[in-house]
């Protein structure tokens, strides 16, 4: 079965940075439409960054300019670099894949994703 395993997360002042890291199993990285979300309490559930099998990106208007997502296809591991963390950062970020290209979905709804991580909560107090 697919297996997607985030990693990273912690507690950081704002200003800060961290990388995530989804570590894939089951699923070949890099050949179709991966994404990353996030879900603080009592909100919905976002889409931070998307990447499709070319390497094409989509951001979130609140992350531009300060989140990075990327594929590295030899270690079969999706990441998120987070730069100048602000408090409103503050969720629990998922991994999120499916076996569809990105251009053939809406890479911010979560529904459009089959496969999913666990989680991993990142805390960035001001």
């Known amino acids: 079965p697919v297996r997607l395993v985030e990693s990273g997360g912690r507690s950081m002042q704002a200003g800060g940075s961290l990388k995530l890291s989804c570590a894939a199993s089951?699923?070949?990285?890099?050949?179709?439409?991966m994404g990353w979300f996030r879900q603080a309490p009592g909100k919905e559930r976002e889409g931070v960054a998307a990447?499709?099998?070319?390497?094409?990106?989509n951001y979130a208007d609140s992350v531009k300019g300060r989140f990075t997502i990327s594929q590295d296809t030899a270690k079969n591991t999706l990441y998120l670099q987070m730069n100048d963390l602000k408090s409103e950062d503050t969720a629990m970020y998922y991994c999120?894949?499916?076996?569809?290209?990105?251009?053939?979905?809406?890479?911010?709804?979560?529904?459009?994703?089959?496969?999913w991580g666990q989680g991993t909560q990142v805390t960035v107090s001001s």
């Open positions: 089951g699923y070949k990285v890099g050949s179709y439409c």
């Open positions: 990447i499709d099998a070319g390497g094409v990106t």
């Open positions: 999120a894949a499916d076996r569809i290209w990105c251009s053939l979905l809406q890479w911010d709804r979560s529904t459009d994703f089959g496969y």
